[in-house]
């Protein structure tokens, strides 16, 4: 069974719109973090922000924030003010505290956005 | 800011031949890790390295691949004997801790293409 699901293969967004990605994860384990990674065409993983499963708010990191629904397991990106250069695929992962390093990606959403 | 170095940026070997991929992680970071992304795919964990040895190893990372930290800065990844489907980009990556809530930092990756 897929630990992330990200449902949207591409999503198109307007510049200076704002845009949200879904997420959402499969465990049984009471202890884990969520991850967005940015994908730019020119291949690099960038971290951009991390909710754990025990935090009482949604993460913030200036354009990018967290919908951190536990009780859905979801934790849907948003991204606020959206730039050309926000073109990329994300990437959202996990990993479950009693299950080893390895963060476990999701198949990624393709993010356009249009001037 | 600090940032995971991978070398080279591409790799083109013929199947069968051996191949080293180089990563310079973090200065003061202390858990290394292989991933690979094959064309079009989710990113896939190989292998997570600490204080010299492998602590976890997904069924992906076979008898074919081997990692190694030859020196103080310096954390390989080692295909022996190629395949056409070794072809991917593999990124090195690497973190503080191994806490949930720890990012793995990852390098730009190396594209790696078996003829």
């Known amino acids: 069974a897929q630990k992330i699901t990200q449902t949207q293969p591409g999503m198109f967004v307007q510049e200076k719109e704002a845009v949200t990605l879904d997420c959402t994860y499969d465990?049984?384990?009471?202890?884990?973090?969520l991850f967005w990674y940015k994908q730019p065409s020119s291949g690099e993983m960038i971290f951009l922000i991390y909710q754990g499963s025990y935090d009482q708010q949604n993460a913030t990191e200036g354009r990018y924030s967290l919908n951190f629904q536990k009780a859905r397991k979801s934790a849907n990106l948003v991204i606020s003010a959206s730039q050309l250069g926000d073109s990329a695929m994300y990437f959202c992962?996990?990993?479950?505290?009693?299950?080893?390093?390895?963060?476990?990606f999701g198949k990624g959403t393709s993010l356009l956005v249009t001037p | 800011e600090p940032e995971v170095t991978q070398t080279p940026s591409h790799q083109v070997t013929q199947m069968g031949q051996e191949v080293i991929l180089r990563c310079v992680p973090i200065s003061n970071h202390l858990y290394f890790y292989w991933y690979r992304q094959i064309l079009g795919q989710k990113v896939e964990f190989l292998v997570s390295f600490y204080n010299n040895e492998i602590s976890e190893k997904s069924e992906i990372f076979d008898d074919q691949f081997s990692v190694e930290r030859p020196d103080g800065s310096n954390f390989t990844l080692k295909i022996r004997s190629t395949k056409l489907e070794d072809s991917a980009m593999y990124f090195c990556?690497?973190?503080?801790?191994?806490?949930?809530?720890?990012?793995?930092?990852f390098g730009d990756g190396t594209r790696l293409s078996i003829l």
């Open positions: 990556a690497s973190s503080v801790g191994t806490g949930r809530n720890q990012p793995q930092h």
């Open positions: 992962a996990m990993r479950e505290a009693n299950s080893g390093y390895a963060l476990n």
């Open positions: 465990t049984s384990d009471p202890s884990y973090g």
